[in-house]
């Protein structure tokens, strides 16, 4: 940890973070040893997955803005396709302006450099390390697209799946099992044609697989229905923190994060080594 002043970062200096941010990019050894030396702290990471362009960052940065009213609030969107304030905001510069001028949010774009198209390591050590950096709510955005669903459902304490009408994708997303994931359903874009009948085509397959979970219309354009969200995610908080789940998720958490270290750890070692622990994971698993 040469350059990195653990005094500073524990002060919650955003300079600083941005730098042991990147040496988490870059070195999954030296992230564990990062955010080992900071205290653990009670935060929770709100993940959005769904459609490419179904209004996600968008979303976000609206419920960033709500939540940072009172809280500070971090945002890693994973492998984004545009920069998160770009697309979206461009036409609405005071609004951009007003989101990055923001000192209570954070905003980090990663690159998920993730086998089989999963959320790398790194994710989890960025996600940990703001926490323990005094944010509160972290919200990770991933683009939809096979692994990094199942994977955003074991780092999030809560799930946002983000539809929108007229992307034709929701059958594929039935197909594939991603549609239980989600804790929270949002439509976007609810001034588009075709927005309550796929809600209501939402509410049936969820009614149906018995997931009972909250759908609703949004407009991330004009803010529609935020602020509703807002609640129901806090419901949702709220909720886990009642029932004792929250510790479920953050063991679940933990142990991804150990399990993705490890692999990382073990494709280092030399082969003989590989083959030792080859031996020894067989007297553990009975020889399977
Ligand atoms: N009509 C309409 N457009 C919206 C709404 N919300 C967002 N958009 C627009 O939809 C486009 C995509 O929005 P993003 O927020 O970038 O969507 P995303 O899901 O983050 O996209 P990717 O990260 O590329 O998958 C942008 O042009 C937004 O301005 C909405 O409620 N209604
Ligand atoms: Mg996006």
Known sequence: MTELSLEKLKAED?????????????????????????DEKDYCVIGLTGSPGSGKSTLTDRLASLFSLKEKIGIIAVDPSSPFTGGAFLG????MKRTSRNDNVYIRSMASRGKLGGLSPSIYNAVELLGRCGFKKVFVETVGAGQSETDIANLADIVLLV??????DEIQMLKAGIMEIGDIYVVNKM????ASRLKSRIEAVLDFSNHRKDVILTDGIKGTNLEELARLIEKELQFLKE??????KRKKRKRFNKLNTVFQELKELPDEAIDRLVEELKKLTGGR
């Open 14 to 38: 955003v300079k600083e973070i941005s730098k042991a941010l990147t040496i988490i990019e870059n070195d999954p050894i030296e992230a564990k040893k990062i955010v080992g030396a900071l």
């Open 92 to 95: 609405d510069r005071i609004r």
């Open 163 to 168: 539809l929108a009408p007229g992307l034709g």
């Open 191 to 194: 001034d588009i044609e075709g």
């Open 243 to 248: 029932s004792g789940k929250i510790d479920e």
